[in-house]
């Protein structure tokens, strides 16, 4: 596997003379690390999002936040999860995704989606009702236009003709599109036209082994690859006694917020009961097959799971349960000392 840490903007100091200084030596301590890959989410108009709890950590312009963060690393990737992409013009998609490619040396991933939230498309003119329809032309034209070659389009909701996007695709690579799916009907659309599939932290292992083969039958079916990039909630101490009680009411909040605002993912019965009926669980008894949690060996014996049961080429470690900054960065530490080196992947 190859492994994700959240971008996240409460390392951005607003009164500071250097207000990216802190996010710049993460991302550096991060990437010495060994962490590949460093991905952050598209929200717009708002002052809070779920990962941030009273604070918006989601940019509302990720291409642009990520362009300086590609000039001050070296061999990170870097990948929206997920950038709203029926809400942006195709060809201004394309001309600003080559231009950070150019910049980062082909170092960008498009996770792109359909987005839930309707003030999102409608205060810049875009229909929400369309939003799915729009995304799969999107998809259509993002990659003739990233390809340079001069190209026309003519569907439902896009017109063009006759257009060459500059700077073309260094070296001739498209980007790779990966599709953030929460529901079937979305696991599908990513099956038939992205080159992967960023899952979700809400779903459940056991129920994703299915899932993931009708994934990848779909894709195949549609000569498309079917990467897989599943996110996880990780929570991992020395020993156990470490571990923060606050860390499942964390969780609870952050997954209630995404229903409150529309996102209405794919729960197993058990977690539903617990974010929406009250039903008290233990840690110990919630996080099996939902998160990966618990001293150096249980996060090993987790990762060995998942490993077993679908394989996911990357491995996205999600906020949700620690929201401190501080915290993250300790964990990640210890993640990657003792963990992370087992699964590693060339």
């Known amino acids: 596997m190859k492994f994700g840490i959240i971008i996240n903007r409460k390392m951005i100091d607003r009164n500071s003379s250097d207000p ?25 108009f708002s002052e809070s999002t779920a990962f941030g709890g009273e604070t918006a950590t989601e940019p509302s312009a990720p291409l642009a936040m990520l362009a300086p963060l590609m000039a001050r690393t070296h061999t990170m990737k870097f990948c929206t999860n997920i950038m709203l992409v029926p809400a942006r013009h195709p060809l201004e998609l394309a001309e600003e995704i080559n231009t950070i490619n150019e910049m980062g040396n082909n170092r960008f991933i498009l996770g792109g989606g359909i987005g839930y939230k309707p003030d999102e498309f ?42 060459m996007v500059q700077p073309a695709a260094l070296r001739g ?24 599939w960023i899952i979700s932290f809400a779903e459940h292992l056991l ?17 498309r690859p079917s990467t897989l990039a599943l ?12 571990l923060d009680p606050s860390f499942l009411p ?26 929406f009926g009250g039903k008290q669980v233990t840690l110990d008894e919630f996080a099996p097959n939902r998160a990966v949690v618990g001293n150096p060996d249980d996060c090993n014996r987790e990762m060995e799971r998942i490993r077993d049961i679908i394989n996911p080429e ?12 501080d915290k993250q960065v300790a964990e990640l530490r210890l993640f990657a000392r003792e963990v992370m080196p087992n699964f590693r992947s060339a």
């Open 20 to 44: 990216y200084g802190r996010l710049f030596s993460y991302l550096n301590e991060m990437e010495d690390l060994g962490y590949d890959l460093g991905w952050c989410g598209h929200h717009r």
């Open 122 to 163: 409608e205060n810049c003119g875009w229909n929400f009702r369309t939003r799915a329809k729009r995304f799969e032309e999107c998809m259509e034209v993002l990659r003739l236009a990233m390809g340079g070659q001069r190209f026309s389009y003519h569907g439902q909701h896009f017109d063009i003709d006759d257009v």
């Open 173 to 196: 690579e498209i980007p790779p599109i990966w599709v953030g799916a929460v529901s079937d009907p979305a696991m599908r659309r990513a099956g038939r036209l992205g080159d992967g």
């Open 207 to 223: 129920e994703l082994a299915g899932k993931v083969k009708t994934y990848k039958q779909i894709a195949a079916e549609h000569g």
């Open 231 to 242: 996110m996880r909630d990780v929570h991992i101490a020395e020993d156990r006694d470490g």
């Open 250 to 275: 964390n969780i609870v909040k952050v997954w209630q917020s995404y229903d409150n605002l529309g996102a209405l993912a794919d729960r197993d019965d058990e977690a539903s009961a617990v974010m």
């Open 314 to 325: 990357w491995f996205f470690i999600t906020p949700t349960g620690v929201p401190d900054p």
